[in-house]
């Protein structure tokens, strides 16, 4: 896999779960453990709307639940660590870097606002 990063568990004389090895085929695509990986950050990433309007929808306005950020900053990571190591692919660093930064941003004003709001009380 070039330049790529492998990760892999050694068992005796054999490798086992190497992150790039195919593990099956679904509908043509080959599926590794990386890109496994990738789907289950996507997931959260994209579950995190479903967070938001579900609490919206509970608050009769809209809102912003502290899971939403959670889901943000693991869903945006689990992509930036996909597109470094799985992929080695730039276009993907750059289009998951910034939202990673600013949900962690997000997520730290969420934890600290709250917690001065409990002092306060």
């Not at 919206?56 to 943000?72: C, I, N, Q, T």
Request: aromatic share 14%; proline share 2%; with cysteine.
């Amino acid at each position: 896999m070039g330049g790529c990063f492998r990760l892999g568990i050694d068992v005796g004389n054999r490798s086992v779960a190497v992150v790039h090895d195919v593990l099956f085929e679904f509908l043509g695509a080959k599926i590794t453990g990386w890109k496994l990986f990738g789907y289950c950050g996507v997931f959260l990433f994209a579950g995190r709307w479903v967070v938001q309007m579900a609490a919206s929808r509970r608050a009769g306005r809209p809102v912003v639940p502290r899971l939403f950020w959670v889901m943000s900053v693991a869903g945006s990571l689990m992509c930036l660590l996909y597109f470094i190591w799985g992929k080695n692919d730039s276009v993907g660093i750059l289009g998951y870097l910034f939202p990673t930064l600013v949900a962690c941003y997000n997520l730290y004003l969420d934890v600290t606002h709250h917690a001065a709001g409990e002092k306060s009380a």
